[in-house]
Antibody, heavy 121, light 110 residues
Framework: EVQLLESGGGLVQPGGSLRLSCAAS????????MSWVRQAPGKGLEWVSG????????YCADSVKGRFTISRDNSKNTLSLQMDSLRAEDTAVYYC??????????????WGQGTLVTVSA | HSALTQPASVSGSPGQSITISCSGT?????????VSWYQHHPGKAPKLMIY???NRPSGVSNRFSGSKSGNTASLTISGLQAEDEADYYC??????????FGGGTKLTVL
């Protein structure tokens, strides 16, 4: 059974940093691309960033480019999102999701339950 | 890439069919087959319902179907059931090597 468990969310001040993690199990982690998707309060889903199965290709939304960095540790089956220079508009539930493909942004077939990030003074 | 355009809400009675549209451009929906649809019950993890325009993952009811014409994709749900009430999002690969979602459609089963 595929399981994705996010952690690391919490309250952070504007301009601060936070690192999210996603522990994956139930599939061959290195064989699939992974993504982070967020949902701000009362808003729709927004794709944030993606990474290929090998970790050598990264994709990023313009809204977080230069501030967020996605990475993965295939030896530990862990996906991470380093978030710097956080803004109030980054407040959202952040979901970790598995892609159906190894390299491309094809579709997200499994999702975690999400972790809440609140950016506020 | 701007968010794909979906109607904010649709509704239908049990047993009826509804269709949700997802409008994009030739740089996303119209240019690629990587169009997918997700069902999201608030507070729960989103669920993949359709991938590659019209394919259903294992375990998804055949009441759900997808299609595409030009720059517009569609999700059709036939034989509406109460448990279908949820938010639905389309998504597409883009020419910028990113993924874009639609704004979401709230489905109400009357």
């Amino acid at each position: 059974e595929v399981q994705l468990l996010e952690s690391g969310g919490g309250l952070v001040q504007p301009g601060g940093s936070l690192r999210l993690s996603c522990a994956a199990s139930g599939f061959t982690f290195s064989s699939y691309a992974m993504s982070w998707v967020r949902q701000a309060p009362g808003k729709g889903l927004e794709w944030v960033s993606g990474i290929s199965g090998s970790g050598d290709t990264r994709y990023c939304a313009d809204s977080v480019k230069g501030r967020f960095t996605i990475s993965r540790d295939n030896s530990k089956n862990t996906l991470s999102l380093q978030m710097d220079s956080l803004r109030a508009e980054d407040t959202a539930v952040y979901y970790c999701a598995k892609d159906l493909a190894t390299t491309a942004l094809r579709c997200l077939d499994y999702w975690g339950q999400g972790t809440l990030v609140t950016v506020s003074a | 890439h701007s968010a794909l355009t979906q109607p904010a809400s649709v509704s239908g009675s049990p047993g009826q069919s509804i269709t949700i549209s997802c409008s994009g451009t030739s740089s996303d929906v119209g240019g690629y087959t990587y169009v997918s649809w997700y069902q999201h019950h608030p507070g729960k993890a989103p669920k993949l319902m359709i991938y590659d325009v019209s394919n259903r993952p294992s375990g998804v009811s055949n009441r759900f179907s997808g299609s595409k014409s030009g720059n517009t994709a569609s999700l059709t749900i036939s034989g509406l059931q109460a448990e279908d009430e949820a938010d639905y999002y389309c998504s597409s690969y883009t020419s910028s090597s990113t993924r874009v979602f639609g704004g979401g459609t709230k489905l109400t089963v009357l």
